[in-house]
């Protein structure tokens, strides 16, 4: 049981280019998250999804975005990267069991580093 | 819409003494509110939550968080610290339901020898 699973772990992007940072939960979670984390600062939400074929928006989404094809995985997309896209990005998933978003534990996956120079 | 506030941005404590770690929230509803740690390099990890039940609220690895309504703060503490305690806590509050949780800024412990 690898549990939440991000590749890759580092990477640096020219301004422009585009990439997908991929997530996969081996837990058959419902929901799935994206965040990212800024030096000095809390995560903040990209994107969610509540089960296979649903995404909603979170607090910060604009330039990025994200499918949910099957239970197990949620990419994120990077379109068009930008310096103020450099962050750390961590994937999470729950169970949706305890009352959705609000009351589950959120499972983490190790992040990737990214850098847009 | 709900916010939290962590008082401290870092906090250092000698091994063996006790752990504080402040957190203010600010929520419309009943929130649900969290705390999670984070050690170098890893991702987060769940200490304990507290969801409109028993307002003192027992972690893993001895912390635990109470919730004060009155006080609107969900405070984290530990009786005795350990070399690997050091790490940063994140306290973290939602309104319920669907609503995507809050993260505070986080609190860095450092643990002194």
């Known amino acids: 049981n690898a549990g939440v699973t991000q590749t890759p772990k580092f990477r640096i992007l020219k301004i422009g280019q585009s990439m997908t940072l991929q997530c996969t939960q081996d837990m058959n979670h419902n929901y799935m998250y994206w965040y990212r984390q800024d030096p000095g600062m809390g995560l903040k939400l990209i994107y969610y999804s509540v089960g296979a074929g649903i995404t909603d928006k979170g607090e910060v989404p604009n330039g990025y975005n994200v499918s949910r094809s099957t239970t197990e995985d949620f990419p994120l997309r990077l379109e068009l990267a930008a310096p103020s896209q450099t962050s750390v990005y961590f994937c999470a998933s729950s169970d949706g069991l305890a009352g959705g978003v609000s009351a589950d534990e959120q499972y983490f996956g190790p992040g990737t580093r990214l850098t847009v120079t | ?113």
């Open chain 2, 1 to 113: 819409a709900q916010s939290v506030t962590q008082l401290d941005s870092h906090v250092s404590v000698s091994e063996g003494t006790p752990v504080l770690l402040r957190c203010n929230y600010s929520s419309s509803y009943s929130p649900s509110l969290f705390w999670y740690v984070q050690h170098p390099n890893k991702g987060l990890q769940l200490l304990l939550k507290y969801t409109s039940a028993a307002t003192l609220v027992k972690g893993i690895n001895g912390f635990e968080a109470e919730f004060k309504k009155s006080e609107t703060s969900f405070h984290l503490t530990k009786p005795s610290a350990h070399m690997s305690d050091a790490a940063e806590y994140f306290c973290v509050v939602s309104d319920g339901g669907n609503t995507p949780l809050v993260f505070g800024k986080g609190t860095r412990l450092s643990v002194i020898a």
